[in-house]
Each structure stands twice: as C-alpha cells, then as structure tokens.
C-alpha cells in the first residue's frame, strides 16, 4: 500500500522537474541528431566518397550543428514558446536531412548475392500462402496495405500534433526520442549493406496481381525521392513501429493512438514485402531498431526518473517495484 501511494508522488514529482529543465539542456531526442550528424561527418572520412561529396557533407553538418546549437542557446536563455516548439519539430526535418545524406554514400557494387539471400524468405513467405492471403479478398486488402504504406510518411507529424492537440506539448521529446532513433539506427546502417530493392533487382517477380492509384503514388515517390543506398534496414517499418511505441510512451491514456499505429504499422511490415519494396529480412530488421529504441527509452526514463527524485520518493519507487 505505502509503494501504492507513493508511486503516483514519484511520477508527479519527475514529470515537473522534468518540465522545469526541459528548456535547460540538450533534449534526448536532440542528442541522437547530434550524434548521428558527427557520425556522419566521421562516416564520410572512412567510405571512398568523391571529395566534392565529403566537403559538402562536412559543411552541411557543421552547419546544422552550430545552428541548432544557437537554438539551444537562445531557447536556455529566453525560453519562448516559439523556439521550444521549433525545437520540437526540428528533429523530424532533420531526419529527412539524414535520409538524403545516405543517398550520398550510394556507390555501385557488382552483383547482387546479398539480395539473392534475402529474397529467399520473401519467396517462402508469399508462395507459401501469404500472397493468395492478402488477394484472397481482390483488390480490398492489396489497397489497405498501399494506403498504409504510403501513410508512413505522415505518422510522425500526425503523432506529434496530436500530443498538441491533447495537449501534452511538454511529452514531445518522448516520442520524438524513440522514433528518431529508430529510424537514424537504420539509416547509419545503409552505407555497410549495399542493396537494392526487389521491385528492381527481381523486376516483375511475385508483383502484386492488382495495381491501383495508390500504387502508382508509391512507386512515383520512391521513383522521384528515393535513395539508391541500401534497404536494409527497413526504414518504413523502424518508423511505424518507432512512432506506435513512441506515443505508447508519450500518450498511454490515449490507448486507441498507439494501437492504431501499432496497427498501421503491421500493414506496413507486410506491405514491404508484398508490394516488393523490400525484403522481409528488412522488415524484421527495421522492427529490431524500433524494439531496440523503445528499451532505450525505458533505460533512459529509469535513470533519469531515479537521479532526479528525492533519495525517500526513489525507495518508494524501488520498494514498489520490488513487490
């Protein structure tokens, strides 16, 4: 009882120091955008990149590092409601800057064995029943699975506005912390696993029996914004997964946001590998850096929860716990 009692004053009492010094230091979520740029910047040193490619590389990120250093600087200092809420929709963009970094470490490799390995498991998957599953229904589930591939897109600003509209601003790092880094673990990867995706490398292979406008719009922008690094890890599916456990974290009494996304992130894992976007070894791939963000969130909620409260809260807390 006294662990039951005290468990809702040590939540309490976290969440406002929290609150208090968010705008005091350097975010989580900001960390893992600093760190990836640097890693980038190291990366580019390592890998037989045109000197062209690495000097804009470097200077870009130099760029965006003093600049977001400014922000944090101005934000510890004034504190206004505009450059915490910048600060809070930056690290999404910065994600697409990343995105298109990686297509810069794109160089040619002969053949393609990694990718003939990995289709395997695609082939037992959708000839051992999974294709006849999704088209049992005709074109209904094909559609479903596009739309929800194509939503990937929109997940993590839809997520974070809706901690806005709910007004949980101040969780925003919460989410932003997991699905950054779900998605950043696939993308430091891709220069290590050059590949290219089975709609290419095995043209007209198991290609889905319907075709529709949504498919088309997959194609298109994969086509016009797409990177020809690697596929593996499946960033896609890191980031359906990321966003439905990061607002499990950010949002638990709003259930129905981190199921619906738990959901649209399931159509996504199989619409990789039906529509031939990916391989399903991507996939699971992409659902290890999301489950690998998710527990780095729980560690990194339990130091900082235990560090910042008073030493007799922190024993409530532990002596709950341990019940």
Known sequence: MQGAILLPTAAAETRAIRAEASNARIRPCEWVVLVFLAYTIALA??????????NRLT?????????YGALIHSDCRKCTPAIAVARDWLPLSLTLLAYREMGWFALAHSGHSMESRLVVLDRLFLHGGGKAVIEGLGPVLPAILE???ALVYALAPASLALLYLYGCRRRADRFLFVFVLGVLLCYCQFPFWPSDPP???FFGDDFPSYDSVIRRFNWWMLGNYGIHT??????????????????????????WVSRFLFATAVLIAIATVYGRYHYLADGLAGLTMAIFARAAANLADRHAGRKSMPPHIAAGVAEHAGD
């Open 199 to 201: 709609r290419t490398v």
């Open 147 to 149: 739309t929800a591939y």
């Open 59 to 67: 200077l870009v990120n130099c760029a965006v590092v003093l600049a």
């Open 230 to 255: 690697s596929v593996f890890p499946s960033a896609h599916v890191a980031g359906g997964f990321s966003a439905a456990f990061g607002m499990q974290l950010a949002l638990p009494e709003r259930r």
């Open 45 to 54: 040193l390592i890998f037989p990149l045109a000197p062209a490619v690495k």
